[in-house]
């Protein structure tokens, strides 16, 4: 929402300072965790993604949900172009080429907020099997009295392990190392990165929490069409098979939930010309391609789903409860 903001910001400015929490401080302080868009560290640069967009403000939808960019805002090297999640918004990246826990940060996630102190916030999350997502650990030290208003500010030294920590053409980095240690995720295999908008609102009805059940508290409400977090974009350190400067290229269609039970339903960025699914007998199920599939009729078991594009045809293996 950063356009709407600037004049009201920098009145606002003087009056804050920061400094006061117990984590890295912005962008050119001592100690910043920070990564530039030109840093070498990054060797590849996500090229698109799939937005389930929020609300402009969560406790009134009457005013629509966050309109502004588009998923391939997202591709390639930060350039402060972005798309907006809105409350509660999400994004989705499934990686054709895996990242994994290397030495240091692995990944850094992109905003664009104009200075060290107007932030707003983002959960990470990650996935080797684009099913089971674990989300990297967060902690917030700002207060929770009072709501931090539309054009308010957060110090950054306060909050921890969330995107959107530092201003413009700055990444905030993660390392997979801060994750659990589990059979269900190989952090040596990362093929899916999930971002969630945090609402910043501090009543309980619809506050975001952190890794600790702490409310988290950022700059609201926001009732514009570039609302939430606005996602610039995601660079890549520690990808299998690339040690040179490139994109990734994502899976073009989300498939979700897995397992389902009743229905199925499909984000595309391509043209889908057919959906089977395929049971382990052999049985071949087709149905229309739409974003909702009423698969309720299917006996509970193991299927293949084939979707057929113009140019190829993937296949993923899916549960029915």
Not at 22 to 44: L, Q
């Amino acid at each position: 929402m950063k356009q709407f903001l600037y004049i009201a910001f920098f009145v606002f400015l003087g009056q804050y300072s920061l400094g006061q929490g117990s984590f890295a401080p912005g962008v050119g302080r001592v100690g910043t965790t920070a990564m530039h868009k030109d840093s070498a560290s990054f060797v590849a640069w996500v090229s698109d993604c799939i937005i389930r967009r929020g609300y402009q403000q969560i406790n009134d939808s009457t005013l629509g949900k966050a309109t502004s960019g588009d998923s391939m805002d997202v591709a390639g090297k930060a350039d402060g172009m972005t798309v907006s999640l809105g409350d509660g918004g999400e994004a989705f990246i499934a990686l054709s080429q895996a990242i994994f826990n290397g030495p240091g940060m692995d990944f850094a996630v992109f905003e664009n907020g104009f200075s060290s102190s107007f932030l707003e916030l983002a959960f990470v999350e990650v996935s080797s099997n684009g099913v089971d997502f674990f989300r990297f650990p967060s902690t917030s030290q700002t207060q929770v009295m009072s709501q931090i208003g539309s054009f308010g500010a957060i110090d950054p030294t306060e909050v921890h392990n969330l995107a959107g920590k530092y201003q413009v053409n700055y990444g905030t980095p993660f390392d997979l190392e801060d994750l659990p240690d589990t059979n269900i995720l190989n952090k040596y295999a990362v093929t899916h990165i999930r971002i969630i908008d945090v609402v910043g609102n501090i009543n309980e009805r619809f506050a975001s929490k952190d890794n600790h059940g702490n409310v988290l508290n950022d700059p609201w409400p926001t009732p514009f069409p570039s609302s939430g977090f606005d996602l610039d974009a995601i660079g890549l350190v520690h990808v299998n098979g690339i040690n040179a400067i490139s994109q990734v290229e994502i899976e073009p269609f989300v498939l979700y939930p897995n397992p389902f039970s009743h229905q199925l339903s499909i984000e595309a960025l391509v043209d889908i010309h057919s959906i089977e699914l395929i049971s382990i007998e052999g049985k071949i199920n087709r149905f229309s391609p739409n974003k909702q599939i009423d698969v309720s009729q299917l006996p509970p078991g193991v299927y293949v789903v084939r979707i057929t594009t113009q140019n190829q045809v993937y296949v993923k293996k899916m549960v029915k409860k």
